[in-house]
């Protein structure tokens, strides 16, 4: 089956800095890849999501980046700003299954 | 309802005990998923409702773990003969019908204590 794995699983960040998360996934069938922000004692939201036809998606600060071949795919968020902090979850769904893929979460904090 | 509704919020039982965690998906949603978190993990899949049937059950981690989802809608994860290692947040998703790959919305989740 699908393994995701997700690095750091820490990062912490200076206001205005950039961070970048990184997750590699096994199953080359895979061809979605959201992710997942997770504020502390609440639910994952979906924050941007990629499918294996582009290689980048952009929505204002955030980013995701895919290299079908290397199988990994990575998040950028710009200008970050105390209420990024939260835990990222990148995730991936192979071909013809349904329920996604977690990788391990990293928790990122922007020091204000 | 507006979005995915989990109850109880919160759920402390003995060792031994059964529990049986509800979930109430988005209206027309007909995907249905059940995740474990354990402290500071990431999301681990434990089974996949279309509809009313299960055809992924694979994330089950033993037989004490069952669900069922009923009318399309409603989801119940029982847990019989619960266990310290199974305290955790359980946390159900759902999906609008048709292509793969959308958005999964998440509950709030049910956290589980078992003293």
């Known amino acids: 089956g699908e393994n995701v794995e997700q690095h750091p699983s820490t990062l912490s960040v200076q206001e205005g800095d950039s961070a970048v998360i990184k997750c590699t996934y096994s199953?080359?069938?895979?061809?979605?890849f959201p992710w997942y922000k997770q504020e502390l004692g609440k639910r994952p939201q979906l924050i941007i999501d990629?499918?294996?036809?582009?290689g980048e998606k952009k929505d204002q600060r955030i980013a995701v980046t895919l290299n079908k071949t290397a199988k990994h795919f990575s998040l950028h968020i710009t200008e970050t700003q105390p209420e990024d902090s939260a835990v990222y979850f990148c995730a991936a769904n192979p071909t013809g299954r349904r329920a996604l893929t977690f990788g391990s979460g990293t928790r990122l904090q922007v020091q204000p | 309802g507006a979005g995915v509704s989990q109850s109880p919020s919160n759920k402390v039982t003995e060792k031994g005990k059964d529990v049986e965690l509800r979930c109430d998906p988005i209206s027309g949603h007909t995907a249905l998923y059940w995740y474990r978190q354990s402290l500071g993990q990431g999301l681990e899949f434990l089974i996949y409702?279309?509809?009313?049937?299960?055809?992924?059950k694979s994330g089950l981690p033993s037989d004490r773990f069952s669900a069922e989802r009923t009318g399309g809608s409603v989801s119940t994860l029982t847990i019989q003969r619960t266990q310290q290692e199974d305290s955790a947040v359980y946390l159900c998703?759902?999906?609008?019908?048709?292509?793969?790959?959308?958005?999964?919305?998440f509950g709030q989740g049910t956290r589980l204590t078992v003293v």
């Open positions: 990629i499918r294996s036809n582009v």
């Open positions: 199953d080359s069938a895979s061809n979605y």
């Open positions: 998703a759902s999906s609008r019908p048709g292509a793969l790959n959308t958005e999964a919305f």
């Open positions: 409702f279309q509809g009313n049937s299960a055809p992924d």
